[in-house]
């Protein structure tokens, strides 16, 4: 009996490590806290108990985690992808994108510029490769026929 409240208790204590780091999700905690041994059950009611306590928010880490993301240069397809990796479904993107670049648009430009110069005329190769390079950032190929729309880009 003393074994097991000690199993929690470490447990427990193992989780608010983690998160006094900073945020997790749901999943990562269950997933980091079953590698190092501990039962799935314990550690699912566990985190449970501590979303409950408000300690810890899939919300919350979503936020982070997407404004973090978009300060990097990913786009919504690649951060959507991720945070369903991570357990998070269904979260809105766009409030934290208005908040943090103002619109995707505008994020896919400075994403480009950064990378590339202003080059009006691209061979066929290299309008491919920056298209491809911009699709792997998780902008969808809509928003870079848009971009190349309105920076006057073509190829041959």
Same mark, same amino acid.
């Given at each position: ?11 427990r204590e193992?989780?608010? =490590? +983690? %998160?006094?780091r ?12 079953t590698l190092?041994? !501990?039962?799935i059950? %314990? ?6 108990? %501590?979303?409950e306590?408000?300690l810890?928010?899939?919300?919350r880490?979503?936020?982070? !985690?997407?404004?973090q ?5 990913y786009?919504?397809?690649r951060?959507?992808? =991720?945070l ?6 269904? @979260?809105?993107l766009d =409030?934290v994108?208005?908040?943090?670049a103002g619109?995707?648009?505008? /994020?896919?430009?400075?994403v480009? /510029?950064r990378k590339?110069s ?7 190769? =290299? ?5 491809? @390079? /911009?699709?792997?950032?998780g ?7 848009? +971009?190349?729309?309105? /920076?006057?880009i073509?190829?041959?």
């Open positions: 009996m003393a074994e097991e409240i000690d199993i929690v208790r470490d447990a193992k989780c608010l =490590e +983690l %998160l006094a900073r945020e997790h999700s749901q999943k990562q905690l269950v997933d980091k806290l190092k041994g !501990y039962p059950d %314990l550690v699912e009611d566990i985190v449970c108990q %501590l979303a306590q408000g810890q928010n899939d919300f880490f979503a936020e982070c !985690y997407s404004r993301r978009i300060e990097k240069g786009g919504p397809l951060i959507q992808y =991720e369903q990796q991570k357990g998070v479904e269904g @979260f809105a =409030e994108i208005e908040e943090s619109s995707w648009d505008g /994020l896919l430009k400075q480009y /510029l590339y202003g080059d009006k005329m691209l061979t066929r190769q =290299e309008w491919a490769k920056r298209s491809r @390079f /911009l699709q792997q950032r902008f969808s190929s809509e928003m870079i026929m848009n +971009l190349f729309k309105q /920076l006057a073509k190829f041959d």
